[in-house]
């Protein structure tokens, strides 16, 4: 089923997430439904806030890419109450948008590696280095689960350049090619 997308202005995307326990109801088909949600919006990353839940939960699917970038088939992850336990050293700047923020596409720097303590869609345990463009998707993610967006992380001069598009946004005046739920 696809899941309405909430947009800037929804508190839940400002609410930091807690923590999901193995018994959780339907949890499998929470992200099932992420996933669809994800496809059906063109997206690479979706965390449970972007859906309304305030829960550490995000997928991420590279798999779409794939065509250009054969190192990204069937790559689907399901991330769990993740921990990013350390950032490499190296930054790198990448131009990043949000399904949150539909029409908003922004320069952020962001560590290019980072080591992720996570449970899979199975509640198994996993600790694994990520890096380049799969580390910044996590890390955008991630961000969804402490009430962050990657505006956050831009100068204070572009945030005031975006300043009225992000008070529309928060009325409910955007165009997105996907369900969406907004203050409107």
């Given at each position: 089923?696809?899941?309405?997308?909430?947009?800037?202005?929804?508190?839940?995307?400002?609410?930091?997430?807690?923590?999901?326990?193995?018994?959780?109801?339907?949890?499998?088909?929470?992200?099932?439904?992420?996933?669809?949600?994800?496809?059906?919006?063109?997206?690479?990353?979706?965390?449970?806030?972007?859906?309304?839940?305030?829960?550490?939960?995000?997928?991420?699917?590279?798999?779409?890419?794939?065509?250009?970038?054969?190192?990204?088939?069937?790559?689907?992850?399901?991330?769990?109450?993740?921990?990013?336990?350390?950032?490499?050293?190296?930054?790198?700047?990448?131009?990043?948008?949000?399904l949150?923020?539909?029409?908003?596409?922004?320069?952020?720097?962001?560590?290019?590696?980072?080591?992720?303590?996570?449970?899979d869609?199975?509640?198994?345990?996993?600790?694994?280095?990520?890096?380049?463009?799969?580390?910044?998707?996590?890390?955008?993610?991630?961000?969804?689960?402490?009430?962050?967006?990657?505006?956050?992380?831009?100068?204070?001069l572009?945030?005031?350049?975006?300043k009225?598009?992000?008070?529309?946004?928060?009325?409910?005046?955007?165009?997105?090619?996907?369900?969406?739920?907004?203050?409107?």
């Amino acid at each position: 089923m696809i899941l309405p997308m909430y947009i800037f202005g929804q508190p839940v995307l400002r609410k930091v997430a807690e923590d999901i326990e193995e018994d959780y109801p339907n949890l499998k088909e929470l992200i099932e439904n992420m996933f669809e949600t994800l496809r059906h919006s063109e997206g690479v990353g979706l965390a449970a806030p972007q859906v309304g839940l305030a829960k550490r939960l995000f997928i991420v699917d590279l798999d779409c890419l794939s065509e250009d970038h054969p190192e990204f088939k069937g790559y689907l992850k399901t991330f769990i109450n993740p921990e990013i336990v350390e950032f490499g050293k190296e930054m790198g700047t990448y131009e990043e948008g949000c399904l949150s923020l539909p029409g908003i596409h922004e320069n952020v720097k962001r560590p290019t590696k980072v080591l992720v303590n996570y449970l899979d869609e199975n509640f198994e345990e996993h600790e694994e280095w990520f890096d380049g463009f799969p580390a910044r998707v996590i890390q955008h993610e991630y961000d969804h689960l402490d009430g962050k967006m990657f505006i956050d992380h831009l100068s204070a001069l572009r945030k005031q350049m975006l300043k009225s598009k992000l008070s529309a946004m928060a009325k409910g005046k955007f165009e997105a090619a996907y369900k969406c739920k907004a203050n409107r």
